[in-house]
């Protein structure tokens, strides 16, 4: 039983806004959105990312749309220190895309994070100080003048650094740490004294962020905060009101989207919330709400699998299965009477009807995706799910996007043949459908050679009936073998599994893969005893069967056209 609450922190009485706003008000367009993955989130990773991580992230990032981008903590590591000069003097940094950079309001700190920046087009600089009784009197032993002269002295030391490197445009912003525990007039006074001591006017704005640094109290108290400062600060004109909910209570969506119809103008977060203890406000799902309410985002999230892999890959934690949008079963249904809604309101739509279907808030293929209906695959199905009859019968562990997708074939076959489907049945099926493609291309042999530090290939097919030798290059045999065939195909995820043990062990490689250009992906199995031999079987595999997907939907447009 867990004992009586002892609240370590102690939020202010709630505003007393008798005449608030929000709660009458709509959202009817995006914030300016800044990504803090490359710092806030990166700091609470087991292992935060290299170099070559941290580019590509930020690579992304720029390709999705974002346009403030915080980057790093400079002053904290050689390691963010050089990964922002990596970015500017590699010309990594778009001309509409700013960078930000985070220090705290301590004199030799500030002074290394601006000689971080030398040569930057544009930048903005964030200083912090904690505000909340608890830091003034426990952590600094300062009372509020001292707290607030530390804030003006580090923003008074950006200022004349800043105006000694005209060649950079400078923003400043200023976040009065732990914001929701401060005393509202006095979070006031502090921001009123940063935006004096910086001589912010309409055309040189200050960011003042107001973060929710431990989320302690519900969405409404926060927004009613929010409108508070909104309607109480000195220079309102000269500031951009921004807000970074944390979610230790799990509403840091809610309270973002509050705060935003409370005045906030821009939103600090991450993709999928990662960030210190339960994480920040989560972009991914907070800007596809958006989305589903009809307004744009500004933030392209149509190929939201390429997304969540790179975050995977970069991040090395999984983004969940019913994870808002993003997650591999969203989009699946397992429920019968679901599934129903589901194929009624698909079939009833025409053309560019809106988007009404059941249970579906936005169109899957919006996404890149596409909308699966499972039957037979949780742990109520037959011996254990098909996932577990493949493992434990044949030693074949598939990855859950295969699974999924292998799912939705094994339920076409019940609806045609009925009755349950035995484990030999299943590998019979598996194989048919996987390892046994008729197609286009049809694996003989390879060779692989290299040449001047890449993997060269030298691959025999046989198309048509006709035997053909082709040559490409990669960094690997895979992209070796796609750049032998020539196909506009990249693949999305690759996986091995050994089967077996000893002599008589094979490989199973498994590739999803996409057709540039074209909504949705599939899976090519390949088994062999040399996995290098499995992983081009598998692609071919994969290959053979997007050509035939293609081919079947090109004949049901004409069918359905009347061609």
Not at 113 to 120: N, R, V
Not at 301 to 324: A, G, I, Y
């Amino acid at each position: 039983m867990l004992k009586t609450p002892q609240t370590k922190y102690h939020p202010e009485p709630p505003v007393q806004l008798t005449d608030r706003r929000w709660p009458d008000r709509v959202l009817t367009q995006a914030p300016r959105w800044m990504s803090t993955d490359l710092r806030d989130g990166n700091q609470a990773l087991f292992e935060p990312m290299d170099g070559e991580h941290k580019l590509a992230m930020f690579r992304m990032l720029c390709q999705i749309g974002f346009k403030d981008i915080e980057v790093a903590f400079p002053a904290a590591s050689q390691t963010d220190f050089d990964f922002v000069r990596t970015l500017i003097e590699g010309g990594h940094i778009p001309d509409d895309v700013t960078i930000e950079v985070l220090t705290q309001a301590r004199p030799h700190l500030i002074a290394r994070t601006i000689e971080s920046l030398a040569g930057c087009r544009r930048a903005i600089i964030h200083i912090y100080n904690a505000t909340s009784p608890a830091f003034r009197e426990r952590v600094f032993g300062m009372d509020r003048d001292q707290v607030v002269a530390m804030a003006v002295t580090a923003v008074q030391q950006v200022r004349a650094l800043c105006d000694a490197h005209p060649e950079t445009e400078w923003t400043l912003e200023y976040s009065p740490e732990t914001f929701t525990a401060t005393e509202l007039d006095f979070a006031r006074d502090i921001c009123d004294a940063v935006t004096a001591a910086w001589g912010a006017t309409p055309s040189r704005k200050v960011i003042l962020n107001l973060p929710a640094t431990v989320e302690i109290t519900t969405p409404n108290v926060y927004a009613d905060r929010i409108e508070w400062m909104d309607r109480h600060l000195a220079r309102r004109d000269s500031v951009i009101l921004s807000v970074h909910p944390h979610n230790d209570r799990g509403c840091a969506v809610a309270a973002a989207e509050l705060a935003l119809l409370a005045g906030a103008e821009r939103v600090e977060g991450c993709l999928f919330g990662h960030g210190e203890r339960t994480g920040n406000v989560d972009l991914v799902t907070l800007a596809m709400n958006f989305y589903a309410q009809g307004i744009d985002p500004q933030l392209d999230f149509s190929d939201m699998d390429r997304v969540r892999r790179m975050v995977e890959t970069c991040t090395q934690l999984p983004v969940h299965p019913r994870h808002p949008y993003a997650g591999d079963l969203v989009f699946t249904a397992f429920s019968g009477s679901h599934q129903d809604a589901i194929k009624k309101g698909m079939a009833a739509r025409q053309g560019e009807d809106p988007w009404e279907v059941p249970y579906l808030p936005v169109d899957p293929a919006d996404l890149g995706r596409s909308y699966d209906s499972i039957i037979r695959v949780n742990s109520q199905s037959g011996k254990g799910g098909i996932a577990y009859l493949l493992e434990s019968h044949y030693g074949l562990v598939i990855p859950r996007r295969l699974q999924i997708e292998f799912s939705g074939i094994v339920q076409q076959y019940t609806d045609a043949n009925g009755g349950e489907v035995t484990a030999e049945g299943l590998w019979r099926l598996f194989s048919q459908t996987y390892l046994d493609v008729p197609g286009a291309y049809r694996y003989i042999r390879h060779e692989l050679f290299e040449h001047r530090g890449a993997q060269g290939i030298r691959l025999t097919v046989e198309r048509d009936g006709q035997s053909q030798t082709l040559a490409g290059m990669g960094n690997g045999p895979i992209a070796a073998a796609l750049d032998a065939l020539g196909l506009p195909v990249h693949v999305l995820n690759y996986e091995e599994r050994a089967m077996g043990q000893g002599a008589g062990a094979h490989a199973a490689a498994m590739v999803e893969l996409a057709w540039e250009g074209r909504p949705g992906s599939l899976h090519g199995v390949g088994l062999d005893a040399n996995i290098v031999t499995a992983s081009i079987r598998a692609v071919l595999s994969g290959i053979n069967r997007l050509m035939a997907a293609q081919a079947w939907q090109e004949q049901a447009v004409a069918l359905s056209s009347g061609d």
